[in-house]
């Protein structure tokens, strides 16, 4: 079982930026494929698309082709922390982010980036961005 704790949503104007980070605990993580996801507003769980995902062994990233260039994915070892670093944002980017994780690797991710992948999720950090 993996525990996962989101922080540093908030509301921010265009074009600015925010760092959220989920800080992970439980067993064996340290081989665990880690991703975000946001859920738009009136969008169903079902609905979540697939933001970035980073794998905890060897640091390697995948995108969504909408954030490429603005968001960064990254991991802390000593802090057993993910980060997303969001720039450039817009209010498009409106959503509840989540923290997930989950055993495969990020290979199978790169081939199916679905919510449906991932076992373990965290409660969610609201990011809003104003016109």
């Known amino acids: 079982q993996v525990q996962l704790v989101e922080s540093g949503g908030g509301l921010v104007q265009a074009g600015g930026s925010l760092r959220l980070s989920c800080a992970v605990s439980?067993?064996?993580?340290?081989?665990?494929?880690m991703a975000w996801f946001r859920q738009a507003p009136g969008k169903e769980r079902e609905e979540r698309e697939f933001?970035?995902?980073?794998?905890?062994?060897?640091?390697?990233?995948y995108y969504h082709d909408s954030v490429k260039g603005r968001f960064t994915i990254s991991r802390d070892n000593a802090k057993n922390t993910v980060f997303l670093q969001m720039n450039s944002l817009t209010p498009g980017d409106t959503a509840n982010y989540y923290c997930a994780a989950d055993g495969a690797d990020l290979g199978a991710v790169v081939a199916a980036p679905t919510w449906r992948l991932f076992r373990n999720w965290g409660q969610g950090t609201q990011v809003t961005v104003s016109a």
């Open positions: 439980g067993r064996a993580f340290s081989r665990y494929s």
């Open positions: 933001v970035a995902a980073i794998s905890w062994s060897t640091a390697s990233t």
